[in-house]
T-cell receptor, first 123, second 111 residues
């Protein structure tokens, strides 16, 4: 259980275009989803937190008008990189948090399950 | 600023040995701690979560937590070359309920 999918797994786009990345929790409902970015040989950097039905909360330094996040349902969040530039090339990873993990007794665990990531290259 | 510290490594251990990975954190109010494994070019995979002081075992993995010392560790017994990866320590911050990740420790298991 606790599977998160992400699509596409890789994308190459031209500078100035927009790219949409989808993140889905397949077998649980995710009240909270997170979007991270990771540059080579660096740790994960949290970009934003999204809760279903409300506006995303962006981390300091992340442009909310450039990285549009929509969390339309309990199983789907999307990240749109608008007017992409080469410096936006990175590995984008979503994660989903379930309040109750399927098959796990008890209350909140706050465990996060990561999607496989999307490698974005902007040319 | 709340921080999570890990030795970046690489930590090299021979196959079959015990690998010991350490993590310290600054937020004394943190109650939830997680270890993730990340292979090169892949996303993190949850290995263990631990919430109470002491040891928690799952197969070849044992997580240890000492809240008084603000220290959490991961032991990997009978290390295998397939365990070679970067291990990320994540701490759930009190109040915001977001993870803070350490920079990760790169483990190399030598065949």
């Amino acid at each position: 259980g606790a599977v998160v999918s992400q699509h596409p797994s890789w994308v190459i786009c031209k500078s100035g275009t927009s790219v949409k990345i989808e993140c889905r929790s397949l077998d649980f409902q995710a009240t909270t989803m997170f979007w991270y970015r990771q540059f080579p040989k660096q740790s994960l950097m949290l970009m934003a937190t999204s809760n279903e039905g409300s506006k995303a909360t962006y981390e300091q330094g992340v442009e909310k008008d450039k990285f549009l996040i929509n969390h339309a349902s309990l199983t789907l969040s999307t990240l749109t990189v608008t007017s992409a530039h080469p410096e936006d090339s990175s590995f984008y990873i979503c994660s989903a948090r379930a309040q109750k993990v399927p098959g796990l007794a008890g209350g909140n665990t706050y465990e996060q399950y990561f999607g496989p990531g999307t490698r974005l290259t902007v040319t | 600023q709340k921080e999570v510290e890990q030795n970046s490594g690489p930590l090299s251990v021979p196959e079959g040995a015990i690998a010991s990975l350490n993590c310290t954190y600054s937020d004394r109010g943190s109650q939830s701690f997680f270890w993730y494994r990340q292979y090169s070019g892949k996303s993190p995979e949850l290995i263990m979560s631990i919430y109470s002081n002491g040891d928690k075992e799952d197969g070849r993995f044992t997580a240890q937590l000492n809240k008084a010392s603000q220290y959490v560790s991961l032991l990997i017994r009978d290390s295998q070359p397939s365990d070679s990866a970067t291990y990320l320590c994540a701490v759930l911050t009190s109040g915001t309920y977001k993870y803070i990740f350490g920079t990760g420790t790169r483990l190399k298991v030598l065949a």
